[in-house]
């Protein structure tokens, strides 16, 4: 339904009744093409690590996650989903810090909730928090967490001045990590994800606060590390995962919507994306018909690029979907009113547009 055609109560039924066949459609997919889903597109025979059935239920009745299935051979998965969507929660289980309430984590076969102890000795983790002490230097605090991690000191001391210049802090080893910016604390937090060289390494929005250099930096690191290992990276910036992971989960209410690569993804969505030219005072009520994946402001107007099923006006013109339009056309079609607004031509009307 992309028109107003009678306004107020009949509008909003109208887009009510859309909204539940779309989400039956929607869920009938999903459990259709369950298998398709959680192995993804580019998976190896081998399956190194497996998520069941995972659920998350915190203290407070609070579900993070929720039934969440996902195979994983080597190569780097990126787990992408909205603030809260439950990847923190995913990543913690994972790297076996947390338990879930439900389900099973397989590691080579293996049981790892039952022996985490397994997995635990192949891993490096950097939790989305991650903390260290300013006044030791970068080589101090690595020797620390290869002493807690049972390194000897010997293998210690080599592998720390390998990966530090892997991480290109080779120079900055004599300042206290307290004078470090941003961008050389993830590098660290890196470094010491890899003291135990990890077959899994679980990276939680690491690209945060990172300037573009050392995004690039980071991107082809992991690329490199991905080619043996499993890599899972989380982030909620869509131009983050783009460029690095061929392998695309979303992730929104602690489920896997959906998986595949960028292209696929966007396939999905292959003419229902559209760029148009409006002046501004006509923005809000577009917004308000139509998911709105980018708006820029130009000296002629205001440029949109939103999803409808059909032009949304005479002059808009059809264009090439892309990763992002796909991540916000999945996110929303499976939660089409996040917000919890009822109004008529708020939220809801915004989501009739995909059928
Ligand atoms: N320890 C916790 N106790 C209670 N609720 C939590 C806890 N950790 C996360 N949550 C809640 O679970 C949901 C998912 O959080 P999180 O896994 O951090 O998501 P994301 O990393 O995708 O932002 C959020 O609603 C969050 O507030
Ligand atoms: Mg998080």
């Avoid at 679980?202 to 930096?217: F, M, Y």
């Avoid at 006006?313 to 991540?327: C, I």
Wanted: hydrophobic letters at 40%; proline letters at 6%.
């Amino acid at each position: 339904m992309t028109k107003d055609r009678g306004g107020g109560r009949r509008a909003y039924v109208e887009s009510r009744e859309c909204i539940s066949a779309e989400r039956q459609m929607a869920t009938d997919r999903l459990s259709g093409r369950l298998d398709r889903v959680t192995t993804g597109p580019t998976e190896k025979a081998e399956r190194m690590l497996e998520l069941i059935d995972i659920t998350k239920v915190y203290k407070g009745g609070k579900r993070a996650v929720d039934g969440f299935s996902l195979h994983l051979g080597p190569g780097l998965l990126g787990l992408l989903g909205p603030n809260g969507a439950g990847k923190s929660s995913l990543m913690r289980i994972v790297a076996t810090v947390t338990r879930p309430t439900s389900g099973r984590l397989h590691y080579r076969g293996t049981d790892a909730l039952a022996r985490p102890e397994l997995l635990r000795r192949r891993l490096g983790y950097l939790p989305q928090d991650f903390g260290v002490y300013p006044n030791l230097t970068s080589r101090e605090f690595l020797g620390y967490l290869a002493a807690a991690k049972g390194l000897s000191a010997r293998s210690a001391r080599a592998r720390i001045e390998e990966l530090l210049a892997l991480v290109n802090l080779t120079e900055a080893v004599k300042r206290p990590l307290g004078a470090y910016s941003g961008g050389m604390l993830r590098r660290i937090g890196i470094a010491q994800a890899l003291l135990a060289d990890p077959q899994v390494i679980v990276v939680d929005e690491p690209t945060a606060g990172l300037d573009p250099e050392e995004r690039v930096r980071f991107r082809n690191l992991l690329s490199e590390l991905s080619v043996e290992r499993v890599v899972l990276l989380s982030t909620h910036i869509v131009p983050d995962i783009e460029s690095v992971a061929s392998d695309i989960a979303v992730v929104a209410g602690g489920r896997l919507l959906r998986r595949g690569t960028p292209e696929q993804l966007a396939g999905e969505l292959s003419g229902q994306v559209w760029e148009l030219l409006v002046k501004p005072d006509a923005v809000t009520a577009l917004q308000g018909r139509y998911p709105v994946s980018r708006m820029v402001r130009t000296a002629d107007g205001v440029r949109l690029r939103v999803l409808a099923d059909r032009a949304p006006s005479d002059d808009a013109v059809p264009v090439a979907p892309d990763l992002e339009d796909a991540y916000l056309g999945i996110v929303r079609q499976a939660a089409p009113n996040p917000a919890g607004g009822t109004t008529p031509g708020g939220p809801l009307r915004q989501q009739a547009v995909r059928r």
